[in-house]
């Protein structure tokens, strides 16, 4: 149960700390703002119909950018399964005869 504690707390300090760092850098894209951090690059709509090829930086920009939402997901699914594993940790805890509540 320790490790689980110490993995849960590691990973929720990477997430903030993720999350802040995300909020933090620009690519360049109009779209981008701190409420949207979350979202990938390509969830946004393009306001023209046209396709215009985007140039390489800001492209090398935005794929460096969906890679941390990307470990940002995974670090959000590993913080809901240790969370998950610290819940029944805790309740065998409680169930368990060695631990005994005064009524």
């Known amino acids: 149960m320790l490790l689980v504690t110490v993995l849960l707390i590691v990973l929720i300090f990477t997430f903030k ?12 894209d109009p779209n981008e ?13 393009s306001p023209n119909k046209d ?7 800001l492209l090398a920009k ?5 890679f941390l939402v990307f470990i940002l997901y995974l ?14 940790h805790l309740l065998d805890f409680i169930v368990s005869p ?3 509540y005064p009524i």
Do not use: H
């Open 62 to 66: 935005k794929r460096t950018r969906n």
């Open 17 to 28: 700390s993720l999350a802040s760092y995300i909020k933090k850098i620009r690519t360049g």
């Open 51 to 57: 396709w215009v090829p985007e140039d390489k930086n």
């Open 98 to 100: 060695q631990f005994s």
């Open 33 to 45: 703002s701190d409420v949207t951090y979350w979202m990938f690059s390509y969830d946004f709509k």
């Open 75 to 88: 670090n959000a699914f590993g913080i809901f399964l240790l969370l998950n594993s610290f819940t029944a």
